[in-house]
């Protein structure tokens, strides 16, 4: 079992080497996370690489006292990698460290009013995704993410951001493969948010979290929290959301959670290799 500050090194300086995630700790991480059901034994272990490579590039710092331990930046690592497991390791390399607080945390920023004064406000965030490469988590907000029945996960949220701001800009258009089409892609979302906004403004249950209708960049990061945590309800939303999503990650999560039966009755995972869009 390894015990230590993920990234740093007694005196001080900065580990480069990938970390060995111990089997009973991955498992654990493997069989709580409603995220990660459904991976086949080789994408798992890809996966694994890939956290552990995670760990050892970048520092975790704890917030008001709090200190992550081994186990808990092993699951941070899990899901941060998560949605890059298809793109590869560099769309990470934004991320330079990670804060972890034991809660909610206050952020103090300015607000302007309808009437253009400009306000000190302070609210209350479960996670941050700072410009200058700095990841901050809520610990109970990751915890809750245990929970099968919620959609959310703070993680693959604050992560969706970095990768929505790898091309200079966080605003729901991330670069997207040769093979997406992006004309569609800025057409589809744009309706799919307009429709959600409408929803809220309505009073009508809205079809994902209202949050989503905050701006564009937070439509794509609860968009693909709803992509992984509930693949479903997201395709039920907007079928043609998922599909763009599907292309953009190289993952289709709604066939590997929910595999249809084939003809001859045996359940149909998801291919490895893909192909993408998705038929949704």
């Known amino acids: 079992m390894w015990r230590w500050l993920a990234g740093l090194l007694p005196g001080g300086g900065r580990r480069e080497t990938a970390v060995e995630i111990p089997d009973g700790m991955w498992r654990r991480i493997l069989d709580d996370q409603p995220e990660l ?26 917030g008001d006292g709090f200190l992550p331990d081994a186990a808990m930046q092993a699951r941070i690592a ?56 700095t990841l901050v988590l809520s610990w109970a907000d990751v915890e ?8 959310t996960s703070v993680v693959v949220h604050e992560v969706a951001h970095f990768l929505d701001g790898v091309n200079g ?37 809205p079809g994902i979290d209202p949050y989503a209708a905050t701006n564009p960049a937070e439509f794509f990061a609860v968009s693909s929290e709803y992509f992984f945590r509930a693949p ?9 959301l998922y599909a763009h999503l599907a292309c953009f990650y190289r993952q289709d999560p709604r066939r590997r959670l929910f595999p249809a039966p084939t003809a001859d009755g045996r359940l149909d995972s998801a291919d490895p290799a893909g192909k993408f869009p998705p038929n949704v």
């Open 232 to 240: 479903d309800e997201l395709a039920h939303f907007d079928a043609r």
């Open 144 to 151: 809750a993410g245990l929970d099968p029945h919620l959609a």
């Open 169 to 205: 800009a966080e605003n729901g258009f991330p670069p997207l493969p040769k093979d997406c089409d992006r004309g569609q892609w800025t057409q589809d979302f744009q309706a799919a948010f307009d429709r959600l906004d409408a929803q809220v403004e309505s009073g009508r249950e």
């Open 37 to 62: 059901a459904g991976l086949d034994a080789g994408i798992a272990e890809r996966l694994r690489e890939l956290a552990g490579g995670f760990l050892g590039g970048r520092p975790f710092y704890g």
């Open 78 to 133: 899990a899901l941060a990698t998560l949605p890059v497991l298809e793109l590869g390791e560099k769309w990470l390399d934004g991320i330079r460290s990670v804060v972890v607080y034991p809660d909610a945390f206050h952020v103090d920023h300015e607000e302007v009013d309808d009437a253009g004064v400009v306000h000190e406000v302070s609210d209350l965030r479960a996670g941050e995704a700072w410009e200058h490469g």
